[in-house]
């Protein structure tokens, strides 16, 4: 473009960088003018095009199952959101499809940071005997996962449930018809009782969980 500036005022042009590659670009500004000394004056100009910022979400789980747990009682579950990209994560919603697994989340949007992450607290009430489960539905600006599902299960039972225990098909002894056997890897109770173990002085052994007898 063609223009004249007056005597003692400053001429502002603005030069754009508009990269369309991943590439290191050059070029030259080429001014000319009726200055007798400097008609012409060359100004280089260099820049580099690189990926925009882009978000990319990643779990600590996909699925998770609470186990049994005895009805009016809760269990908890933490779930970690990351941002593993170079740009903001945002999370417009999250949401649980079934009301027994309780988030807490005060719903709005969030916006992770590159390489932060976001804590979750999932909660499971059962209030009935029987198995649930749901989905924890997480929607962003992750291009490639604009919504992404995490799976709940959970199985309500009754106070005071029945415990199991499951042996090994065999126990070693030593010569003295002697062993110490940690028998709490094989016992199982969601009431979190007492596990006591009696014994008949001969090779039988009694299994109870707070008076109940496991067979």
């Not at 001014?31 to 100009?45: A, F, K």
């Not at 809760?74 to 499809?97: C, K, P, R």
């Not at 539905?137 to 199985?155: F, H, K, S």
């Amino acid at each position: 473009f063609r223009t004249t500036i007056p005597y003692g005022s400053p001429l502002t042009v603005t030069v754009t960088f508009a990269p369309t590659e991943f590439l290191d670009y050059s070029g030259i500004l080429t001014i000319t003018s009726d200055d007798p000394d400097e008609s012409v004056l060359l100004v280089d100009l260099q820049g580099v095009g690189i990926p925009l910022p882009v978000p990319d979400i990643n779990l600590s789980g996909y699925t998770h199952n609470y186990g049994s747990v005895v009805v009016g009682d809760s269990l908890a579950w933490e779930l970690f959101i990351y941002n593993v990209g170079t740009g903001d994560l945002d999370i417009t919603n999250i949401q649980s499809s079934n009301p027994t697994f309780v988030l807490e989340y005060e719903g709005g949007r969030v916006i992770v940071a590159p390489d932060d992450s976001l804590l979750l607290t999932i909660t499971f009430y059962p209030e009935l005997i029987q198995g649930y489960n749901g989905t924890l539905m997480i929607q962003c600006n992750d291009p490639d996962e604009p919504v992404v599902g995490v799976g709940l299960l959970g199985q309500g039972i009754p106070d005071n449930y029945p415990p199991t225990l499951v042996l090994p098909d065999t126990i070693a002894f030593d010569e003295d018809f002697g062993a110490e056997v940690d028998f709490s890897m094989y016992a199982d109770d969601p009431d979190e009782d007492e596990l006591i173990l009696t014994g008949d002085d001969g090779v039988n052994i009694f299994v109870a969980i707070d008076g109940l007898m496991v067979t």
